[in-house]
């Protein structure tokens, strides 16, 4: 549908240089190694950065400098974790009196400091609610899918999920993409389901060239789709149709909803290649994808009427 190419990469991840247990360059090449086309290193309150001019040139991902703002607040009983995604400095964390100050705050630095801000699991420790997310400015993203085993990505208990959470944040007017990461931690031992392994979130991105300045445009622009597991061939997301065709593996079956105001399902689609007209009604319309494999998903990024 389009000339321009898409390429998968991984916005939250850890080493050694805060509390992931593989040093930077192991981690990076184990991105490389699993078809990943760039990579953010989001060390706590650290700025990772590899120097690739030894002579090996395609050992890593493309490398996007990064750091998790990491607030931890009332004795770390409130975490406030805020990705600055291509910073071009060390961002400080904030410690406001509560937690949405405190996130605004660190996004306002992220910003100032270049970079795009992601609010980080916004249920992990149950740490941020749908109006801290609604009542903040400025954010690029939220992680409506995070590969952390504490993240709560999907609610419960009385408590929404992230994804009731961004939607509650677009019918507000907000622009802001979700984004689904690893929060990798753990590369070493073998993997289970009770590590922070990486491989479990990515976005794609679709860019006119390969380099980190196409790519963050892309980004900021919501020209990439996430993923927990289910691979896209094509996204086509405009005022006349939205359009998704997956690639199945194996015998996989999908379900698309496509959303709209308040979250309400304004379709259900069944099939390996979907297309919706978005109603003009709407201020924003976007879709889940939905896999008969595991609790797989994809998430495209919304269409804003009023852009
Ligand atoms: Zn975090
Ligand atoms: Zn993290």
Redesign the pocket.
Known sequence: MSNKNWYKGNL?THTTESDGDAEPQHVAEWYKEHGYDFLVLSD?NHLTVLDDSDGHPGKWPLLIPGE?I?SRLFNNTV?V?VNGIGVKSLVEPAAEESARKTLQENIDRIRAAGGLASI??PN?KWTLTTEDIVETTGAWAVEVY?G?TGSNSNGGGGSPGVESMWDAALTAGKRIFGVATD?SHHYIQEFNAQLENPGRGWVVVQADEFSQVNLMESMSAGAFYSSSGIVIDDVKVASDEIVIEMAPYDSEKFTTVFFGEGGKQLSVEHGQSVRFVPPSTEKYVRATVYSSRESFRAWTQPLFRDA
């Open positions: 939250h706590h998790e990491t975490p974790h980080n699991h992990y995070n952390h929060d």
